[in-house]
């Protein structure tokens, strides 16, 4: 493949974990680890064809948009962006089957779906998200059945012409939603996360439905009709 590939994690207290992604991600692979001020990765090397870039503001979407603007600086218009999390729930050995399904179905963007067969509600996380994806997926007339998964490839070339605003995890619902109003090629397939090794979760849900809430209704006003 002619094409090089730009992993973007963001990563808050993931250091242990991201030791087992960085072993497991190709070397070919161009790797942009965003990580927050005070955070023990700052003090770490890192290795070649990888970056650690500093971002004051500790929110995930924040570091997302962070992460995304370098790959877009660095990459080439034919490049492919993955972004995945920095806590090994989302298995490195899986970015090959999102690239193959990007490039053997021409699409723009591919998800890694939790729910590709159905809805799983088999612990509170899956269960919250499963009934918000159901929920919002008719509000803003979304096709996919995983609105939140934030394991995803993308042409750079067409993940240059979204232009996210949010601060928090509810980035991921924003950008799925601009690449639907941007009529981008978006498919789905079947994904199973993993646990983590290391470190506790930084799922709230009170603050997971407030700033998805706010972010609804925001982009229910953009809605083409």
Do not use: W
Request: hydrophobic fraction near 40%.
């Amino acid at each position: 493949m002619d094409k090089s590939v730009y992993i973007i994690i963001p990563c808050k207290g993931e250091s242990l974990n991201l030791k087992t992604i960085q072993q497991a991600l190709p070397h070919s692979f161009h790797k942009i680890f965003v990580v927050p001020e005070g955070d023990p990765m700052n003090n770490s090397t890192p290795e070649s064809n990888s970056e650690i870039i500093l971002e004051k503001a500790p929110n995930y979407g924040s570091a997302l948009r962070t992460g995304i603007a370098k790959a877009l600086e660095l990459s080439n218009s034919n490049d492919l962006i993955v972004t995945m999390d920095g806590d090994l729930s989302h298995d490195p050995s899986f970015i090959n089957e999102l690239i193959c399904s990007l490039e053997n179905n021409n699409a723009d963007l591919v998800i890694a779906s939790r729910f590709f067969y159905s809805y799983n509600f088999k612990t509170f996380r899956l269960a919250l998200s499963s009934l918000f994806s159901i929920l919002v997926k008719k509000i803003l007339d979304l096709k996919q059945n995983d609105i939140t998964s934030g394991f995803r490839a993308y042409r750079k070339s067409f993940l240059a012409k979204l232009s996210p605003q949010s601060e928090d995890f509810d980035i991921v619902l924003e950008l799925l939603f601009l690449a639907n109003e941007s009529s981008g090629k978006i498919i789905e397939i079947p994904f199973s996360p993993q646990k983590r090794l290391y470190g506790t979760s930084k799922f709230r849900p009170f603050k997971f439905l407030l700033s998805y809430y706010k972010t609804v209704q925001r982009l229910r006003s953009k809605l083409k009709h």
